[in-house]
């Protein structure tokens, strides 16, 4: 029971990157704990906080189901990779250490542990400033700023493809840190930058002068013209005063891209960048001019400087309002109780993972795939959504009859089944009706 306890008090602190060098040092990397993954309750039960908080200071809800269900879906496409090999940040860094190291720091040493937390976390400011001044890398992080609202769910909207990028910036350490220790901070360094994402914090006094926090992380999610490229930093603000990128907030903040997407589609809030920079790129004749599209800012435009200028980019008028269609409360019900299903499909690869047969794994993980991206073409309401639900529902009833997916009570498994077949149902009277009315139009 005090174990149970110790292990709960360990968890909840580490999503604060509040544990001491005594109780997170280990020798090897198979023996630090999976943080990020014990960290789910904790980002569970946080939200919820903020749901219940948020209604009860302002009348309203902080987060709409459309956007949150985007934002937790883009965080579980970027650990999906994760299912089949160890991260590249580790991977990289291991290699390095094996190969290359010189010194050796004592891996139980709380001054080693010290030193790589003021080093991840120093790596992490440039990653993420690196991520901003070129456009290549943009693509990949611009998915964690695609929200136009600021909330705990918005923490978890993440790019799937940043990081293999940003594992160059952590191998200096690799030359005396040993694995294990960067392997706890790495992890603790993405696991502080939850708490950030809210707007129910105002202000923390004297903690602002040294720490990242909710004010000067909203700052950084701003589309206002003094919030383009500031406050960088993950877990310490000092590297924005110390290095020039420091903005403290002033107007209200208006979040979001430059260009917001307005759209739930998970896939194109992945990857939709990457086409829109290629596109940029064959506008240009001249062969530096294409090439500078890719490693300038992301406001860059020939002529400019490295960044661009702020100045074209749209006026922030502070009316603007998040993009959030009207779409009925069925639908909401629905998109609510797939995306749980789902939630528990999700929970279980990653908790089974070193059991299941790897087949198993790859058909469950596309399961998760297929499902995300349609509940978001359901959200978007868009004309493929019946036929993408149909063919998914299939996928889901069969795999409840050869038990890959279990409710989470024994008691669930018949009603789960009845509202699969309702849903099967449903979508094939929706895509008759919808060719219907195609061909009455066309007539
Ligand atoms: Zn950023
Ligand atoms: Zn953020």
């Not at 998915?143 to 978890?156: F, Q, W």
């Not at 999610?221 to 002033?250: M, Q, V």
């Not at 058909?363 to 019946?386: E, K, M, N, S």
Request: proline residues 5%.
């Amino acid at each position: 029971m005090a174990a149970d306890v110790a292990a709960a008090s360990r968890g909840f602190r580490s999503v604060f990157s509040l544990l001491t060098p005594n109780e997170s040092s280990f020798q090897t990397v198979d023996e630090v704990p999976k943080y990020v993954q014990q960290a789910t309750p904790y980002f569970v039960g946080l939200m919820l906080l903020e749901l219940l908080v948020g209604v009860l200071r302002t009348g309203g809800s902080v987060v709409t189901l459309s956007d949150g269900v985007t934002s937790i879906s883009a965080g579980m496409i970027s650990r999906l990779p994760l299912l089949l090999f160890r991260g590249c940040e580790l991977t990289a860094y291991v290699y390095v250490w094996d190969h290359f190291h010189l010194m050796d720091l004592p891996w139980d040493s709380a001054w080693t542990w010290w030193i790589t937390l003021l080093g991840v976390d120093l790596g992490y400011y440039w990653v993420h400033r690196c991520s901003h001044e070129v456009a290549l890398l943009w693509a990949a992080h611009q998915v964690h700023h695609s929200s136009e609202y600021y909330n705990l769910t918005t923490a978890l909207r993440q790019s799937v493809a940043q990081q293999f990028s940003s594992w160059i910036f952590y191998l200096p350490l690799a030359l005396a840190v040993p694995p294990s220790v960067f392997a706890v901070h790495i992890q603790l360094n993405l696991l502080y930058q939850f708490w950030i994402h809210t707007e129910l914090i105002s202000d923390l006094g004297p903690l602002e002068w040294i720490f990242n926090t909710p004010k000067h992380h909203r700052v950084h999610h701003g589309r206002n013209i003094y919030c383009l490229d500031k406050n960088y930093g993950g877990i310490l603000i000092i590297w924005d005063r110390l290095f020039g990128t420091f903005a403290p907030e002033s107007d209200k903040v208006i979040y979001g891209l430059v260009f917001p997407i307005r759209t739930f589609e998970t896939l194109h809030v992945q990857f939709h960048y990457y086409s829109h920079l290629w596109k940029r790129s064959r506008r240009y004749r001249n062969v530096s001019d294409k090439i500078l599209t890719f490693i300038n800012g992301p406001s860059w435009k020939p002529g400019k400087r490295r960044l661009g200028d702020y100045q074209d980019n749209p006026k922030v008028t502070l009316k603007e309002v998040p993009h959030n269609p009207s779409w009925s409360l069925l639908l909401h019900v629905y998109v609510a109780v797939h995306f749980l299903l789902v939630l528990r499909i999700y929970h279980g690869l990653f908790g089974n993972q070193m059991v299941l047969p790897q087949g198993t794994v790859v058909a469950l993980t596309a399961h998760v795939l297929l499902t995300l991206t349609a509940l978001g073409y359901v959200i978007d309401q868009r004309p493929w959504a019946p036929f993408l639900e149909t063919i998914r529902c299939v996928v889901l009833m069969i795999l409840l009859r050869l038990g890959h997916v279990t409710p989470v009570l024994p008691s669930l498994a018949a009603p789960t089944q009845a509202f699969v077949s309702l849903s099967l149902i449903y979508w094939i009277l929706q895509g008759f009706s919808q060719r219907l009315r195609i061909n009455n139009k066309s007539d």
